[in-house]
């Protein structure tokens, strides 16, 4: 069962979205529908945002997809070794960031379906974000405006801020790790789950690492993410 902080953590998520989905209706881009050049299996989310795919696949009786993820789990997949905010903290500090090996020849999301995402209303904000001025399929790779980078990488340190008691992960093990407490694993066995999908601690916000020429640009779209209240 849910509490009601949690719940209210999944209100200040559905308000994040919203405000980047404003953010990107006045971008001019080629993504539309069908275009699933960028739908690979090297997506990033937070236990939150699973949260919220989870329970949405429960209701609407889609459980062959958690059936699916599980039949490809040996394959090949981006496993982060930081979040985004201990990135910041790296970088803040002069300190190495960890090298990551991450390959789009690894395949389409799991969830793919005929080009489609079944869950595309709760798609998470890794998909969300990823947006290109021109067409991938044509170009072989996205074309990023440098601010949409800033904007996106802003966004993601407040979602894993708002989730800093929970874990970020691959896509896949994020899914089956949310879909495996729903299922009422032991507790004494939490923290070998945790291992077992290869999940990582989120940490809340302690540095935020702006370009200078994007500080005033950015400055409303900061400022409505910091009055978000539940």
């Known amino acids: 069962m ?42 990033i989310i937070t236990t939150l945002e699973a949260d919220e795919i989870v329970d949405s696949l429960i209701l609407k009786k889609q459980d062959h997809l958690f059936e699916k993820l599980e039949t490809e789990v040996a394959r090949a997949r981006f496993i982060p070794k930081t979040t985004t905010n201990m990135l910041a903290v790296l970088y803040a500090h002069g300190k190495d960031i960890p090298e990551e090996k991450s390959d789009v020849s690894w395949g389409s999301c799991p969830f793919l379906i005929d080009n489609k995402c079944p869950i595309y209303e709760k798609r998470p904000f890794g998909c969300r974000c990823f947006v ?20 996106n ?70 400022q409505a993410l910091q009055n978000i209240r539940f």
Do not use: W
């Open 132 to 151: 290109s001025t021109a067409d991938c399929s044509k170009k072989g790779y996205a074309q990023i405006n440098p601010f949409v980078v800033t904007v």
């Open 2 to 43: 849910l509490t009601d902080m949690h719940l209210r953590r999944r209100k200040i998520l559905a308000q994040i979205y919203k405000l980047h989905d404003d953010f990107v209706q006045e971008l001019d881009i080629a993504c539309k529908k069908y275009c699933s050049h960028c739908c690979t299996r090297n997506v």
């Open 153 to 222: 990488n802003l966004f993601l340190q407040f979602i894993e801020h708002i989730d800093s008691q929970g874990y970020s992960g691959n896509f896949t093990d994020v899914i089956l790790y949310t879909k495996a407490k729903r299922d009422n694993f032991p507790k004494n066995s939490a923290l070998s789950e945790i291992f077992r999908y290869k999940l990582i601690k989120n940490h809340p916000i302690t540095f935020l690492p702006i370009p200078a020429e994007d500080k005033i640009r950015i400055e409303p779209i900061f």
